[in-house]
C-alpha cells in the first residue's frame, strides 16, 4: 500500500503537471468507487472547474477544484493514480479526468479496485477530519507528539493508527522502530521519553529520506509518471527476515502484529519472544 512518501511522490508529480488546468471531461469506469457522491453531482459540481493544487492528507491524495471542491482519493492496495495519453487506457481503470488544451489525462488505475473518492467542500470534513498528526505540519510538535502514547496498544500497532499519527503503513513504521531502537511490542505507554523523542525526531527524517528517493517499489507502485521508488535499496530490516542486521549482524526476524508482518532486529531492539 502506497504509504506517505509514495502518496507524496504522486501528489508532486500531478501537480507540476497538471496545476490550472481545466477540466474537461470525467469518463467514470467503476462508480463504486464513489463513497459519499453520485456520479451525476461528481459532474455536475466539477464541470469546467480548474484543478488549482494537488495535496496530500495523511494517504490521502487531494484535488483541489476551483469553487472549493476537493477530490480526496485513497489509493488502498495496488492503486496508482497516472498521467497518461487521453488516448491511452489502463488496465483497470476506475476514473479518469481530462483536461481542456491539455495533452495529459489524470487516471486511477486500480487492480483490486478497493481505492475510493469522496468529493469534499472542505478539507475538515470525513475522512479527512479525523486524521491524526500529519507529520510535516505545523501541528507536528512534541507536545502534540507525546500525547499519542496514551494507549496500551503496542508501539507498533499506534504507529499504523492513522487516527493517531497519519501517513505511516508497515514499511515505514518497521524502519522507524528499527533506527530507535525499540521493541516494536512495547505498550504505547510505557515507551520512555528519550524513546519517544527519538522517535519525534526520526519520523519526518525518515519520511523524507523516502520521499528524496521517490518512495519504496516492492510490489507494484509506480509514481504518476509510471517510474518506480528507489527507497527500497536503503530499507534496513523490511522484508529482510533471515538477513544479518545492518547494525549488529543478529538474523533479522519477522513477528504478526494485528495480523501485519512487523521486521525487526532481536538485538538491538531488545526483543524476545517470550
Ligand atoms: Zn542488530
Same mark, same amino acid.
Given at each position: 500500500?502506497?504509504?506517505?512518501?509514495?502518496? $507524496?511522490?504522486?501528489?508532486?508529480?500531478?501537480?507540476?503537471?497538471?496545476?490550472?488546468?481545466?477540466?474537461?471531461?470525467? #469518463?467514470?469506469?467503476?462508480?463504486?468507487?464513489?463513497?459519499?457522491?453520485?456520479? #451525476?453531482?461528481?459532474? #455536475?459540481?466539477?464541470?469546467?472547474?480548474?484543478?488549482?493544487?494537488?495535496?496530500?492528507?495523511?494517504?490521502?491524495?487531494?484535488?483541489?477544484?476551483?469553487?472549493?471542491? &476537493?477530490?480526496? %482519493?485513497?489509493?488502498?492496495?495496488?492503486?496508482?493514480?497516472?498521467?497518461?495519453?487521453?488516448?491511452?487506457?489502463?488496465?483497470?481503470?476506475?476514473?479518469? +479526468?481530462?483536461?481542456?488544451?491539455?495533452?495529459?489525462?489524470?487516471?486511477?488505475? *486500480?487492480?483490486?479496485?478497493?481505492?475510493?473518492?469522496?468529493?469534499?467542500?472542505?478539507?475538515?470534513?470525513?475522512?479527512?477530519?479525523?486524521?491524526?498528526?500529519?507529520?510535516?505540519?505545523?501541528?507536528?510538535?512534541? #507536545? *502534540? +507528539?507525546?500525547?499519542?502514547?496514551?494507549?496500551?496498544?503496542?508501539?507498533?500497532?499506534?504507529?499504523?493508527?492513522?487516527?493517531?499519527?497519519?501517513?505511516?503503513?508497515? %514499511?515505514?513504521?518497521?524502519?522507524?522502530?528499527?533506527?530507535?531502537?525499540?521493541?516494536?511490542?512495547?505498550?504505547?505507554?510505557?515507551?520512555?521519553?528519550?524513546?519517544?523523542?527519538?522517535?519525534?525526531?526520526?519520523?519526518?527524517?525518515?519520511?523524507?529520506?523516502?520521499?528524496?528517493?521517490?518512495?519504496?517499489?516492492?510490489?507494484?507502485?509506480?509514481?504518476?509518471?509510471?517510474?518506480?521508488? *528507489?527507497?527500497?535499496?536503503?530499507?534496513?530490516?523490511?522484508?529482510? $527476515?533471515?538477513?544479518?542486521?545492518?547494525?549488529?549482524?543478529?538474523? %533479522?526476524?519477522?513477528?504478526?502484529?494485528?495480523?501485519?508482518?512487523? &521486521?525487526?532486529?532481536?538485538?538491538?531492539? *531488545?526483543?524476545?519472544?517470550?
Amino acid at each position: 500500500m502506497p504509504e506517505l512518501p509514495e502518496v $507524496e511522490t504522486i501528489v508532486n508529480g500531478l501537480h507540476v503537471e497538471f496545476k490550472d488546468k481545466k477540466l474537461e471531461k470525467i #469518463e467514470l469506469s467503476d462508480p463504486t468507487l464513489l463513497r459519499n457522491v453520485s456520479e #451525476e453531482e461528481l459532474r #455536475e459540481r466539477l464541470a469546467g472547474k480548474r484543478l488549482e493544487r494537488v495535496t496530500r492528507r495523511g494517504k490521502y491524495i487531494v484535488l483541489e477544484f476551483s469553487g472549493v471542491n &476537493f477530490v480526496a %482519493i485513497h489509493l488502498r492496495m495496488s492503486g496508482r493514480l497516472l498521467s497518461l495519453d487521453p488516448g491511452d487506457r489502463a488496465d483497470h481503470e476506475r476514473i479518469s +479526468f481530462y483536461f481542456a488544451d491539455h495533452d495529459r489525462k489524470i487516471t486511477m488505475d *486500480n487492480t483490486r479496485r478497493l481505492g475510493t473518492l469522496d468529493l469534499l467542500g472542505s478539507l475538515e470534513e470525513e475522512p479527512l477530519d479525523s486524521l491524526g498528526l500529519e507529520p510535516f505540519a505545523d501541528e507536528y510538535n512534541w #507536545e *502534540n +507528539f507525546n500525547e499519542i502514547f496514551s494507549t496500551t496498544r503496542p508501539v507498533k500497532v499506534l504507529l499504523l493508527d492513522q487516527d493517531r499519527i497519519t501517513g505511516l503503513g508497515n %514499511i515505514y513504521v518497521s524502519e522507524i522502530l528499527f533506527r530507535a531502537g525499540l521493541d516494536p511490542t512495547t505498550p504505547g505507554e510505557e515507551v520512555s521519553q528519550e524513546d519517544r523523542k527519538s522517535l519525534f525526531k526520526l519520523i519526518p527524517r525518515v519520511l523524507t529520506e523516502a520521499i528524496n528517493n521517490k518512495g519504496t517499489t516492492l510490489n507494484d507502485y509506480q509514481d504518476s509518471s509510471g517510474k518506480r521508488g *528507489n527507497f527500497q535499496d536503503f530499507l534496513r530490516v523490511y522484508g529482510k $527476515e533471515g538477513d544479518p542486521c545492518p547494525n549488529c549482524g543478529s538474523e %533479522i526476524v519477522r513477528i504478526e502484529q494485528g495480523g501485519r508482518s512487523t &521486521f525487526l532486529c532481536p538485538s538491538c531492539q *531488545n526483543w524476545d519472544d517470550d
